[in-house]
DNA sequence: CCGCATCCAGAATGATACTG
DNA sequence: CAGTATCATTCTGGATGCGG
């Protein structure tokens, strides 16, 4: 989306302007409802569709079919199909999807230690306007 | 608006998920469609309104606008407006806002790490279903 | 059990025009 | 220059019912 110079001072490794327009749609997909709560939930091993539904406390029969086929079609997850009676049918990260723990994880631990920060500054925010 | 469609109901402090879904707000901020384009424009010192929006090719003035009143709502900008004429308004990361770039930034770096290994999922999957 | 299809309400975004 | 206001459109997500 950036067509103007993405110039980070310092430590930017940046190749080049086409490529951070590219990560606009990656940063999308991680940042929908759903998606990081259910590849975190995944990191522990391969779940079954409603294993994952309990688990993502809220979400949807439709959201999570969506997700999933959105990881999936992502190369995050595979899909496994048991043509049992009932229906199985097995979700699991990919060795993509696992890589993708580490830096999400790095965003959720500063997530937890400057949660306290973000909701002060919104009350502080929100009182400034009153 | 842009403050997430998030925590609207007072949900029990579930001990084990808890920490999970807090940080879904974080998420859900980054995952929109500018705030972290914003952000890292930022990174290079403040900058005018309109700067800004000549850096971020393709947002809408009232986009920016709101984004930047979410971004100073939670503590990661902050908005000086100095009394002249014509007007100028500056924008510049607070420390939080500084910090938030470092795991942002390692995000970007798994993202363009894996671009090419997405897209590919993406066409063969794509290719699968005709 | 899995999950697709449909419908629908509301939110997010964009386009455009106007203001101090 | 830096917004605000309004309208139109698109997108998102929930509810429900059906089908393998």
Redesign the pocket.
Known sequence: MIRGNMHVTGEAPDPGQGNCRKISPVL?RLG???SVLIVMQLGNGPR????I?RMVD?????????T??GLERDGMVT?T?YPTI????D?ELTPLGRSLREPVQALGTWAMANLDKIEMAQREFDSRKA
Do not use: C, H
Request: charged letters at 35%; hydrophobic letters at 35%.
């Open positions: 999308a929908d409802k759903w079954r569709f409603n294993e539904r809220g979400i949807s029969q439709r959201m999570l079919t969506l999933l086929r899909r199909v009932p229906p199985r049918v979700y």
